[in-house]
């Protein structure tokens, strides 16, 4: 990893120095539910690298509290992970489940201390006594219940005696905290369910903000090194440990910036979605974002932790370009990989002026590649070419084989076109072409000009392969789901055609195929009788090309007849009535009941969805605007959406389940599918975030990476503060609750 000091490698050396530590230990908790991805490599790198660099030790440690959602095959992908990136945990693999009868001894001491309370109240019940970010909670009646309560509830908790949600531990902390994680947490709930370890022992297990700091202690962790969602768990953290007054050491918590790559996503649910759903093979496989996929499709351990170094480590989230993490595994390969010949798509010459059979001595390296070794390759009379090399009409600027212009075998000689053999319908099937015997490379004296040279295999020697050409899984830079999932991301060509040395002298599992890309034995799916390979990355950044490629070029524009000034044309009594209605009786503004009452098309939809809405003037709004629009191009029955629909959209605003950001969206999801706004809505997670606790971290880095704006606000340009509103709302791509936001920032920004 990266060996220049970022803050987290300066504060273990800090420590080290000023003698707090006398030993680095640092930690990797993964739940095991799932395969851990590109971003869990950041953090295997992260921590190993750190305790490597300061010569201590790390931990790897599986977080398995939620018996509901774990499995040893997700612990064993773990441990394959770790490994293949090339480091080595301390001892044996830990489990949090392996101190649980020393958590629930902690749970005791808590409440014994008056610390920690068992709470009887429904999940209804206890999110209304939590309060809001604006108004404390009210701690609940049940906290008043005797130590000696406390102690025989939660051991018969623990054997099992009640239902799962029937009762929780609680720590008793402060229900008007600002940091609502201080607002009496949960430390441990029921769960009847199996353990993957533990069997069926226990019948409650600890929350993770219980856990985590109590395993990191038991384990003598130094530095526990977390992601920025957990910022706020911190002080629940040192809650814990200093309300126990443990023996020091203790471990403290780190924050780091998580890893977020375009074009791809890393949430677990989502991962799943696409595994059990069948849009991908496997977890391991190789268009996704799991260190599995990675491994299968080529990656080298190398690349992947060169890509961890050149991001760094920040206190920001932020989004990388994936084309960085290409690069990455490139520019590896490139110093690495034999370059060998392969034709995808074979188009059969025959060399009519050659005879017999050559081998022709080929360097695996160009000359800028440290690196030695070569094959023979043999050449007859009877060659491939690919198909993309030769045009019969060929366009200006095309330098391959064509009827009139000669081309050059790469390593061989020049050939030129003679003739072609065609099929009943006039496709030409084969080449006729004559070679220059005295054009071979490295020896050409035959003075003749080409532009480019192509790759070739002899026809009687070549090797049969499959190629699994890979690309990326989603075709928009930020895919919400399955509904962006890129329909090119794997294709497959079933007889492509290699050089013999490729198969038979096994120098690599990875090559470059000159002119194609970085191709990899696929571990599974390869035997001599089928080889299969699969395609790493292109030798080019093509994607970018492609995208422009297939944007639709933009018509000119039309001139604008200047628009005359004129007297509006009066309203009949049916409109001037519906308008008195309108702005009377439902309060609408002048504006939009004008629009709706102008238009009877418009005032029978509004009318209709009046009867299934109470959201009048949203629904007046959407209806003025975003129906109106569609009506311009359609008639009403050829919508895909009706009056209902757009009720239950003004509805989702109003009860703020959605903003009137993302209700746009819906709206057009709508207009093209049919789907109603609910199903919309839950496929794509566009539910409005109001959770005070998730918008804080955005708020206060949003804060963090704008100092001159903040000092500039606090001196008095009150102007600065819808910049701020601005940028976490496009931190949280428009979803989080605006209301809650202009509280957050209005509190950060005074304090």
């Known amino acids: 990893m990266n060996k220049k000091r970022d803050f987290l490698r300066t504060i273990v050396e800090n420590d080290l120095k000023s003698g707090k530590y006398k030993e680095i230990i640092t930690r990797f908790p993964p739940e095991p539910n799932g395969f851990p991805h590109i971003g869990h490599a950041k953090s295997i790198a992260l921590n190993f690298g750190i305790a490597k660099e300061f010569h201590g030790r790390c931990n790897l440690r599986m977080d398995d509290t939620n018996p509901t959602t774990e499995d040893t095959k997700y612990v064993e992908a773990i441990k394959d992970a770790v490994k293949w990136l090339g480091f080595e945990w301390d001892g044996d693999v830990r489990y949090t489940s392996d101190y649980f009868h020393k958590l629930y001894e902690y749970a005791i001491e808590l409440i014994k201390m008056g610390k ?38 939660f051991e018969r908790m623990k054997r099992g005696e009640f239902r799962d949600g029937e009762h929780v531990l609680r720590a008793k902390i402060d229900m008007s ?23 069926d022992e226990w019948a409650v297990y600890p929350m993770y903000d219980f856990a985590h700091p109590l395993s990191d202690y038991i384990e003598g962790v130094t530095h526990s090194i977390c992601t920025l969602e957990f910022e706020n768990n911190r002080e629940l953290y040192d809650w814990v440990l200093d309300t126990l007054e443990l023996k020091p050491p203790r471990p403290y918590q780190h924050e780091f910036a998580r890893l977020n790559i375009n074009y791809t996503v890393m949430s677990k649910r989502k991962l799943l979605e696409l595994v059990n759903g069948g849009y991908v093979n496997g977890w391991d496989d ?7 996929g990675y491994k299968r499709r080529g990656y080298t351990p190398e690349s992947i932790l060169n890509f961890c170094e050149s991001i760094g480590v920040a206190k920001a989230n932020s989004v990388v370009d994936v084309a960085q993490l290409e690069f990455a595994i490139r520019d590896d390969l490139n110093k690495k990989a034999p370059r060998v010949m392969c034709v995808e798509d074979p188009l059969k010459i025959t060399i009519e002026n050659f005879e017999g059979e050559e081998e022709i001595e080929a360097s695996y390296y160009p000359a800028d590649v440290a690196k030695e070794g070569s094959r023979k390759m043999p050449f007859g009379k009877e060659i491939y070419i690919d198909w993309a090399d030769f045009e019969e009409n060929p366009p200006k600027g095309y330098y391959r084989l064509t009827p009139t212009q000669p081309v050059r075998l790469k390593h061989a000689y020049i050939i030129k076109y003679q003739d072609a053999i065609r099929d009943e319908n006039g496709k030409i099937v084969e080449i006729i072409a004559h070679y220059y015997p005295d054009s071979k490379s490295g020896n050409d004296t035959s003075g003749i000009k080409v532009k480019s040279a192509i790759q070739w295999v002899e026809a009687h020697h070549a090797k049969r ?83 422009q490629k297939q944007k639709p070029k933009e018509q000119p524009k039309q001139k604008q007849n200047p628009q005359k000034e004129g007297k509006v044309t009066p309203m009949t009594k049916e409109q001037e009535a519906l308008f008195k209605h309108y702005t009377q009786d439902l309060k609408l503004g002048n504006e939009v009941a004008n629009t709706i009452a102008r238009d009877q098309a418009l005032a029978s939809f509004f009318e209709k969805a009046l009867q299934c809405s109470s959201s009048v003037t949203t629904l007046a709004n ?24 757009v009720a239950e959209l003004a509805r989702l605003i109003d009860e703020e389940i959605i903003s009137t950001k993302i209700a746009k969206e819906v709206f057009e999801e709508m207009a093209k599918s049919g789907k109603s706004p609910t199903e919309i809505v839950e496929e794509r997670g566009l539910k409005q975030i109001s959770d005070p606790e998730e918008i804080l971290p955005i708020v206060k880095k949003v804060i963090q990476d704008n100092p001159e704006n903040v000092k500039k606000y606090k001196d008095g340009n009150q102007k600065l503060f819808g910049f701020f509103i601005g940028q976490v709302l496009k931190a949280t791509n428009g979803k989080a609750n605006p209301k809650v936001v202009n509280h957050l920032v209005t509190q950060m920004l005074n304090s």
Do not use: C
Request: aromatic letters at 10%; charged letters at 35%; zero cysteines.
């Open 116 to 153: 920690a309370y068992v709470d009887s109240l429904n999940e209804e019940e206890m999110r209304e006594y939590r309060g809001t970010v604006t108004t404390p909670g009210k701690r609940s009646k049940y906290a008043q219940r005797s130590i000696e309560e406390n102690l025989d509830l």
């Open 177 to 199: 905290a600002a940091n609502m994680k201080m607002r009496d947490p949960l430390l441990y709930r029921i769960r009847h369910a199996h353990h993957f370890r533990a069997g």
């Open 286 to 292: 190789p268009r996704l974002p799991t260190i599995a």
């Open 465 to 547: 392969v499959e190629l699994r050409l890979y690309d990326r899984l989603f075709k928009v830079e930020n895919p919400r789901g399955i509904e962006d999932l890129n329909p090119d991301s794997l294709k497959i060509i079933k007889d492509a055609l290699v050089e013999p040395a490729v198969i038979e002298d096994r120098v690599s599992k990875r090559f470059q195929f000159e002119r194609m890309g970085y191709f990899y034995a696929d571990p599974v799916d390869y035997d001599d009788a089928h080889p299969v390979f699969n395609k790493i990355v292109s030798l080019k950044d093509s994607w970018n090309k492609k995208q």
């Open 622 to 645: 959407l209806i003025a605007n975003e129906v109106a629009k569609e009506l311009k191009e359609k008639s009403i029955e050829e919508l895909f959406f009706d009056p209902s629909y």
